[in-house]
């Protein structure tokens, strides 16, 4: 009877612990790449320009996501076309290195979608990531930007600095483009999810987020 009371106590434990770090931050992007078995064509992100999805979804990073004012060396910015984000809310939103279209990238100064330096500085370029969802039909399509303070951190810029720890903001919105979702780090009474409420979500998702204090 005690060896039963011991195993059922453990067993308890176990299920009361919380989820371990793997659990609930995205998968890492490691920081090299196998080349696909298929390469694509070098079209600059024609795939994603082209698509006619909304752009329902945004998520921004940085090194310093509690610094309010950007003046910071990078600053990028995750946007998702995705005609249905409920479903990437039930499902979780999960990407890595396998879903980077490389062949696509290119840099520029195109500073459309750049947010502003408090300290006005000026931006050295941009560099463009384009990713697309595995599953077939896919789900949503997507573009990172990169805006660095200098070319040196644009040019040899690694995907793996984007994470759970570095996102600053997440929004959504649904397909008539009115918001659905907002997260901003370090402001929890403006987070909200007015589909799921606090349904834990998973992958990129940084809220709400399972046995997550605000």
């Keep these: 009877m005690v060896g039963g009371s011991e195993s059922h106590e453990t067993a308890a434990e176990i299920e009361a612990s919380p989820p371990s770090y793997e659990d609930i931050c995205p998968r890492p992007m490691p920081g090299t790449y196998l080349l696909p078995a298929q390469p694509g064509l070098a079209i600059s992100g024609k795939s994603y320009r082209e698509n006619e999805q909304r752009l329902s979804m945004s998520f921004g990073f940085c090194p310093d996501p509690s610094n309010v004012s950007l003046n910071q060396d990078w600053v990028a910015i995750l946007m998702v076309k995705c005609h249905n984000v409920p479903r990437l809310m039930r499902e979780g939103f999960h990407w890595d290195a396998a879903n980077v279209i490389r062949e ?25 990531y384009f990713l697309k969802d595995l599953q077939q039909p896919p789900r949503w399509i997507a573009t990172i930007e990169v805006f660095a303070l200098n070319q040196t951190t644009l040019f040899q810029f690694k995907l793996n600095k984007l994470s759970r720890e570095t996102t600053k ?33 998973e992958g990129w998702w940084p809220w709400p987020k399972r046995n997550q204090a605000i």
């Design 104 to 128: 696509e990238a290119y840099v520029d100064q195109d500073f459309t979608f750049a947010r502003f330096r408090q300290d006005r500085k000026c931006w050295a370029g941009t560099r463009h």
């Design 169 to 201: 903001w997440a929004t959504a919105n649904n397909q008539s483009g009115h918001q659905i979702y907002h997260w901003h780090r370090g402001f929890p009474d403006s987070w909200f999810n007015v589909v799921y409420d606090d349904m834990p979500m």
